[in-house]
């Protein structure tokens, strides 16, 4: 794809390169500019270097004599966006000039810049700005890199993105004080552009220029081809490099040029999107409580007594780790040693959870001695009541346990008569003798390590769980023996 400008010019600069596309944006032309202004807020900063190779020459019968043989340019420009619009600039200086009186430095023309853009891309319809540019005369007319006098242009600019290609065209005008040196003549010309570029990625492209942008009027027609690529970082760092060779022998045209940009973004964040707008009379989750006050819309309340007006469902409002679906008390905690694993959800005396049967309530005997005193009945009543629903188990082991108050073999002998005990009131109470088992294990196994504040009362339990036959201790008594349970 080729773009084309032919501009005109009212002072002999010859530098021929018009940095235009100031922005970091990895869709705008180096050269051209863009159509877009960018997201308001935003702004740019640049440094860039342009060297040129004969960018003027003069013809005579005997060929092409060089006036301008090399020019090396520094610009610093930048740019931003306010308002709908882009407000931009660059200052050239020639710090690297060559001409027929020998090495010079010089200031370059001042530019400043604002596009308006005019119409957005819809469908089939390209975006649409107009540019316009005004130029100082702060360069150095002796040496062919100013005017006199300024100097300015506008243009419509016109760009469409088809997928990863960017097209663009520009068609204005400029005008300043005619001039006239080396029978060239400055003064009123247009301004034509066609261009394209090819979008690698969101922070990569690759664009294909031809310009002529040497502020000659119509005298001369200088055309330059050039190739740049652009990319920029996350961060708002980007850099573009290019480089261009000259079409034609118009002024400005240079044999070859190359060059390169750096520059920081700042891409001002967009503003937040407004919330959506919410029917007062929507109810979402059908739960009686409008979208406007329910904190959860999406899920329905559940009417149970633990804050039923947020529209939040509680999966467990009375904390025991029980959830809502399973607990048959939801405002009741079950005890700390019941399992929320098995548990519905109220607390009790007795519950079968998984390999035992938790019991919540002490089974109290006499002092040191193995007799069930009346407070343990209720408790062992509950216990039965668990071992009654669950036919299937085939062995219930009781297990005593001591503290450690008495000697070890006291206590080993205390906790297996306690367990017998116990085994026992369960055979009386019509659990088949063959599903039970007892065994006494003294203080070798506390639940709460000795020292501590109610370990004495703790470790002091009887407890009842599910056996398998492999599992049943050799040492274990029984009522009967209707057949040796064991392997």
């Not at 853009?117 to 890199?145: C, I, Y």
């Amino acid at each position: 794809m080729l773009l084309l400008l032919a501009t005109t010019a009212f002072a002999l600069d010859a530098h021929g390169f018009e940095l235009l596309g100031t922005s970091g944006d990895p869709t705008v032309f180096t050269r051209i500019g863009s159509a877009y202004a960018g997201r308001s807020g935003s702004w740019d900063t640049l440094l860039a270097f342009d060297y040129a190779q004969n960018p003027l020459a003069e013809t005579f019968p005997w060929g092409r004599e060089p006036v301008l043989s090399s020019l090396g340019t520094i610009y610093v420009g930048g740019g931003y966006s306010f308002g709908g619009l882009r407000l931009d600039g660059a200052l050239p200086i020639h710090a690297m000039g060559e001409d027929q009186t020998g090495s010079f430095i010089a200031p370059g023309d001042a530019r400043v810049g604002v596009l308006v853009p005019t119409f957005k891309e819809n469908g089939l319809r390209p975006a649409v700005g107009v540019q316009a540019n005004l130029w100082l005369p702060t360069g150095d007319e002796t040496h062919h890199v100013g005017g006199l006098g300024p100097r300015a242009s506008a243009a419509a600019v016109i760009e469409k993105d088809i997928g990863n290609v960017g097209l663009i065209a520009m068609l204005g005008a400029e005008v300043g004080f005619p001039e006239q040196d080396r029978n060239l003549v400055a003064g009123i010309g247009p301004m034509l552009a066609l261009g394209g570029r090819y979008r690698i990625t969101d922070a990569a492209s690759a664009a294909l220029e031809v310009t002529s942008q040497s502020d000659m009027g119509l005298t001369t027609w200088p055309v330059e081809a050039t190739l740049s690529g652009r990319y920029r970082l996350p961060a708002g760092a980007w850099a573009s490099l290019g480089g261009a060779a000259g079409l034609t022998d118009g002024a400005g045209a240079a044999s070859w040029r190359a060059f390169l940009t750096v520059g920081w973004t700042y891409i001002k964040p967009a503003p937040p999107a407004p919330p959506p707008q919410i029917d007062p009379h929507l109810d979402t989750d059908s739960d009686g409580i409008v979208d406007v006050i329910d904190r959860c819309d999406d899920m329905a309340e559940t009417y149970d007594g633990f804050e039923d007006a947020d529209g939040c469902p509680e999966f467990d409002g009375d904390q025991d780790g029980v959830a809502f679906d399973k607990d048959a008390c939801p405002r009741d905690p079950i005890r700390p040693e019941q399992d929320p694993r098995y548990s519905d959800g109220c607390p009790k005396v007795a519950e079968f959870a998984g390999d035992r049967i938790v019991i919540t309530e002490a089974i109290f005997f006499a002092e040191g001695r193995s007799e069930l005193m009346p407070s343990a009945i209720p408790v062992l009543q509950a216990v039965l009541g668990v071992m009654e629903q669950h036919p299937e188990i085939p062995y219930f082991l009781v297990e005593g346990h001591t503290n450690d108050n008495g000697s070890d073999l006291f206590n080993l002998r205390l906790s297996d008569a306690r367990a017998f005990a116990v085994m026992t009131w369960f055979g009386e109470h019509g659990v088949p003798s063959e599903r039970l088992l007892s065994k006494g294990f003294g203080e070798g196994r506390p639940l709460v390590p000795l020292g501590e504040p109610d370990a004495v009362s703790v470790n002091r339990r009887v407890e009842v769980r599910v056996v398998k036959i492999e599992e049943i201790p050799r040492d274990a008594r029984r009522l009967s023996v209707p057949g040796d349970v064991r392997r």
